[in-house]
């Protein structure tokens, strides 16, 4: 991966899900969990109800980009599930500065697209044709740190 060649950014964000490159993104949203709580009320204890921690939850990310040469590789990489579902899949999303150097990265487990959302072509709008992907998966391994690295 290279430098970011367009001076106005800041920070992209790159998608890989195990052997496929599936470039860069300029908005990654919705990267999240939180842990179900079953209450448990006690007999005679009139001041609180026990919250007790159950199972985790995800939250489904999405990541947006203007369509580019890439965007074909979505496409296909989406109808191969039609084929065969597979929550083997590993996505790696790395935030990068303009410099190339990582500021983060997540690894997200147990990857399957669930939206892909093409571009609305109107000639009467100079709106920029986007894409967007949205993904699920079972966990997400800590957000790490890359000081100096080189996406």
């Known amino acids: 991966m290279t430098a970011i060649a367009d001076p106005a950014v800041s920070i992209m964000f790159h998608l890989s899900v195990d052997n496929l490159n599936a470039g860069w993104w300029n908005s990654f949203e919705g990267l999240g969990m939180e842990t179900a709580v079953e209450q448990r009320e006690?007999?005679?204890?009139?001041?609180?109800?026990?919250?007790?921690?159950?199972r985790l939850k995800f939250t489904n990310v999405k990541l947006s980009r203007p369509i580019?040469?890439?965007?074909?590789q979505i496409a296909v990489w989406f109808m191969s599930i039609v084929k065969k579902v597979e929550r083997k899949n590993?996505?790696?999303?790395?935030?990068?500065?303009?410099?190339?150097?990582?500021?983060?990265?997540?690894?997200?487990?147990?990857?399957?697209?669930?939206?892909?959302?093409?571009?609305?072509?109107n000639v009467e709008s100079p709106k920029m044709a986007t894409e967007t992907l949205e993904l699920a998966y079972h966990g997400f391994m800590e957000p790490v740190a890359k000081n100096g690295g080189k996406a």
């Open 68 to 72: 580019n040469a890439d965007s074909q």
């Open 42 to 54: 006690e007999g005679g204890n009139n001041l609180w109800v026990h919250q007790l921690p159950t």
């Open 90 to 121: 590993t996505a790696s999303i790395k935030a990068v500065d303009g410099d190339g150097k990582i500021i983060a990265q997540w690894d997200l487990r147990g990857v399957v697209p669930v939206r892909w959302t093409g571009p609305s072509f």
